[in-house]
């Protein structure tokens, strides 16, 4: 028997040395199951609960492997189905390929059962490129082409093929007028500015007292030269939320997060700085970068068309951040005042000591940044933590502390709820041999995680490693939001859209095979995280956790912050318990600013 399209296709994802598609099963894929069948599952195919989560799961594949995600679905609703994760990728500059069946070509413009106009559908998601095969001698060119897009333009692409199309006969493209061949080899390559930039921008750099550093995702591969240029420029270092795991959190120098769930000391040193240096971030929120015109910057940045939007850069550099900061070292001179560079290691020492504070405060039942601090310290050196959307996401960022080869990631631009336990999953596949932490809340855990731990339970004997730990911040709430309408709105809560029932999560674990904790007083937290981490299958441990922790802002006074923590810790239950009846009044005198419309401070 010859080879049909399937088969070619499942051929030509394994010559680009793809290992592993996610996907869900319908008849608008069958010739490409029959011919998984034949391929003997090669590339293996990851059966996930949700086409969304096979789409999440490739994106966290891709983030955490450097390499393409692949995820296949069927035509109509299995289409539609993976747009979420599809925009994820899209959005934080992720490689990824969707393969999507169609109705037979007989009967589109029929309206026909779950016949979609595809084209429309992702022409935005996958703006570089989607393309229908509607003729076997449009491969290989299609796909080599997809795949090409989505490792050059860092999205995603998709490929459709209908029913009928998966099934035909397979014949290359001749030598022949209208036929496109096509091959296989995707050579690296490396864009660099030129030297006329560089002068210009070490001109900058060198003229600078106070230089501040803002690295992203981008500086991942540069982390020695990232170091080393701070080094030289006496420079603290903030991270965009996607560049967490780009540089560790042990120098003294790094000042954390930025951003609304930044810290104080990267908030301060934008704002007192009089040089920055931006190195593969498109951070979007420019308030808390240095005031326009009393900072002269430079960025790096390998796509020009996303340079100097965020900020009036003096220059622009576009170029691969390793090589670009490489050819930028020797024309930069070593700061001798060390003033700059001494107040920023005394900020974050100083923040160190009031989240240290803030997670110790007593809460009811746990303190949710307590559950994170004491997370941090146990995870292994080769650890991968993902963290979900939500009030989840702060503690994440303010309380885990990257070190050694650690890796995390989230939802950094979409910041789409329900992506940490297939991230840890897509993560799992990409390195079988590293534990995985997923941190995630409850809201994301009742919209798709538990079902994805079917998934975990499934596929965990393929794990060299078995530890995926999820732990659950269970505290009945949409919190994040809840605290966004108490101050933006001055709305207390509302109830009817906020209060979440109270799922027996580590039940649900144990009842599917894992290992499951419930965790109901602090002194149970440290054990509960070290049961998880030594466990001999993948995790859940659940937290119940208290509401009524606020998510404070970077920008608020180092005096609020650390009055917060101090009035709890002297035992000011009365204030504390306001806060818990939810009283408008009360919940804006806690947060920093004070009552709406009262101000947020400039200090």
Known sequence: ?????????????????????????????????????????????????????????????????????VCAATSGPGAIHLLNGLYDAKLDHVPVLALVGQTHRSA?????????????????????????????????????RAVRTAYARRAPTAVIVPADVQELPYSPPSHAFKMVPSSLDRSSWQTTPSDDSLRRAAEVLNSGERVAMLIGQGAAGARAEVAEIAELLGAGVAKALLGLDALSDELPYVTGSIGLLGTRPSYVMMRDCDTLLTV?????????????????????????????????????????????????????????????????????????????????????????????RMLSPLLPDDAIVTSDSGSVANWYARHVRMRGSMRGSLSGTLATMGCGVPYAIGAKFAHPNRPVVALVGDGAMQMNGLAELVTAAKYQS???????????????????????????????????????????????????????????????VEEAWREALAAKRPAVVEFLTDPAVPPIPPHAEWSQIEATAAAVLKGDADRVGMIRQGFKAKVQEFLPGGPKGSGRGSA
């Open 280 to 372: 593969g971030s498109n951070f979007p929120y420019s308030q808390f970068l240095p005031e326009f015109g009393k900072a002269r910057a430079v960025q790096i940045e390998i796509d020009p068309h996303l340079a100097g939007m965020r900020y009036p850069y003096e220059v622009n550099l576009i170029g691969d951040a390793r090589e670009t900061l490489r050819r930028l070292l020797p024309m930069l001179r070593r700061k001798d005042n060390q003033d700059w560079r001494d107040e920023v290691v005394a900020n974050v020492s100083r923040w160190k000591k009031v989240m240290a504070r803030r997670a110790s405060v007593a809460a009811d039942p746990v303190n949710p940044e307590y559950v994170a």
């Open 462 to 524: 393929q794990w060299d490693d078995p530890r995926l730990v999820v732990g659950v911040w269970n505290n009945r709430d949409l919190n994040q939001v809840t605290w966004e309408m108490r101050a933006m709105a001055g709305s207390p809560q509302f109830l009817p859209s906020q209060a979440l029932p109270d799922v027996p999560y580590a039940d649900f674990a144990r009842s599917i095979g894992l290992a499951g904790v419930r965790v109901e007083k602090p002194g149970d």
């Open 108 to 144: 589109m413009g029929g309206a026909y059962q779950q016949e979609v106009d595809l084209h429309t559908l992702f022409k935005d998601v996958a703006s570089e490129f989607v393309e229908t095969v509607t003729v076997p001698e449009q491969l290989p060119n299609v796909l080599d």
């Open 1 to 69: 028997m010859g080879r049909n399209v399937s088969d070619h296709i499942l051929e030509r994802l394994r010559a680009w040395d793809v290992e592993r598609v996610f996907g869900y099963p319908g008849d608008g894929i069958n010739g490409l199951l029959a011919a998984w069948g034949r391929a003997e599952n090669r590339p293996r195919f990851v059966q996930a609960r949700h086409e969304e989560m096979a789409a999440f799961e490739a994106v966290g594949y891709a983030k955490f492997s450097g390499r393409l995600g």
